[in-house]
């Protein structure tokens, strides 16, 4: 079984900055993806950005000001966010694709940060 752990979450005014991180540990062959979503109230969760062995995505809204970062070593993604706006306010959701050593692929969710933005 695999447990992700979720930081980084705050309070913080127009234009500031954070960085959440999303750590993974269990019995981890390897890791395909890992990813940051958001969810805010009232609205769909939806993708922030993604990055994998190969390449990054992000969505449009957040491109220039949010970098997504990994350590493989210690199964550790990032999320810099730079320039936050109040449509930035959101839970955060850490997931990952992971290939567990089984030999089975599983998609995997953290418990959530809390991004507020505001004056």
């Known amino acids: 079984q695999v447990q992700l752990v979720e930081s980084g979450g705050g309070l913080v005014q127009p234009g500031g900055s954070l960085r959440l991180s999303c750590a993974a540990s269990?019995?981890?062959?390897?890791?395909?993806?890992m990813g940051w979503y958001r969810q805010a109230p009232g609205k769909e969760r939806e993708l922030v950005a993604r990055i994998s062995r190969s390449s990054t995505n992000y969505a449009d809204s957040v491109k220039g000001r949010f970098t997504i970062s990994r350590d493989n070593a210690k199964n550790t993604v990032y999320l810099q966010m730079n320039s936050l706006k109040p449509d930035d306010t959101a839970v955060y959701y850490c997931?990952?694709?992971?290939?567990?050593?089984?030999?089975?692929?599983?998609?995997?969710w953290g418990q959530g940060t809390q991004v507020t933005v505001s004056s």
């Open positions: 997931n990952i694709d992971i290939v567990l050593v089984d030999g089975h692929t599983y998609d995997y």
């Open positions: 269990g019995s981890i062959f390897s890791i395909n993806a």
